[in-house]
Structure formats: structure tokens, C-alpha cells
């Protein structure tokens, strides 16, 4: 999507600092960490929400699980939250799916 910041980050037209990538997934440090650890993982294709998931696309989803996973290894991550808003209410800012992955630092329940 021409707009969309993320599709941008993903089409390299907007540095990133990336941390991995495939063809379904990007995932690349948040410009503004909330934990010492702190990265995005979104889809290559645009979607706009989990909201907007569907059985089509459900297993990138999937994939992208399985990355966190993955990545959260390779980095030594031993505990960390998986964290995707859903609207602006929700604290969506980007409008395109994705997932933070945040580590290093004691975190509170519920999230505020
Ligand atoms: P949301 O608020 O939609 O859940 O999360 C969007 C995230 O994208 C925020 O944590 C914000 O710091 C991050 N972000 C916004 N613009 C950029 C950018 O240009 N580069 C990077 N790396 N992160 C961004
Ligand atoms: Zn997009």
C-alpha cells in the first residue's frame, strides 16, 4: 500500500534496522523502545489489523509466530511479550498488522 509507512520500511524506502527477513515476514528494531529489547515483526503483505486476518492469510500469521519464536532464541530471550494493538483505542498508531516482541525489563499485569 503506497501510504503505509510499514509497506515503506518493507520496500526499503524508509531505513530500518532490520533483525530478520523472509518472503512472507520483516522484522527490525521499534524507533521508540518501551524495553531495552524491543522489535517489530509485520507481514509483507498489507493487512491492516489482526481484525483483518483471515483463513486465507492466517497461516503468515502462523509463520510469524514461529519466527518470534526463532528470533527470540537466537537473541537468548528467556521471557519477553507478544503485543499487537487493534485500533486506536488499543494504541494502534501503524496501520498495518504487527506483532512487538518486548524483553529485558519486569513488566506489569494487566497492561495499562
Ligand atoms: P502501534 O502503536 O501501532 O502498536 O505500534 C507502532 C510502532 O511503530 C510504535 O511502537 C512506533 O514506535 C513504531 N514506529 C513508528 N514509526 C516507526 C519508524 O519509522 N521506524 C520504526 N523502526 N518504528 C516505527
Ligand atoms: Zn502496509
Redesign the pocket.
Known amino acids: 500500500m503506497s501510504d503505509c509507512?510499514f509497506c515503506k520500511?518493507i520496500a526499503g524506502e524508509?531505513p530500518?534496522?532490520k533483525v530478520y527477513e523472509d518472503d512472507l515476514c520483516y522484522a527490525?528494531?521499534?524507533?521508540?523502545p518501551?524495553a531495552p529489547t524491543h522489535f517489530?515483526v509485520i507481514p509483507k503483505a498489507h493487512i491492516q489489523s489482526v481484525s483483518d486476518v483471515t483463513e486465507e492469510t492466517a497461516p503468515i500469521v502462523g509463520h510469524i509466530f514461529a519466527v518470534i519464536a526463532k528470533l527470540a532464541g537466537e537473541l537468548g530471550l528467556e521471557s519477553y511479550r507478544v503485543v499487537s494493538?487493534i485500533g486506536a483505542q488499543a494504541?494502534?498508531?501503524?496501520f498495518h498488522l504487527?506483532f512487538?516482541v518486548l524483553s529485558g525489563r519486569d513488566m506489569t499485569w494487566p497492561p495499562g
Not at 527490525?28 to 521508540?32: R, S, V
Not at 494504541?91 to 501503524?94: F, I, L, M, N, R
Open positions: 509507512l520500511i524508509i530500518s534496522n527490525f528494531y521499534d524507533i521508540d518501551q517489530l494493538n494504541g494502534q498508531s501503524v504487527h512487538h
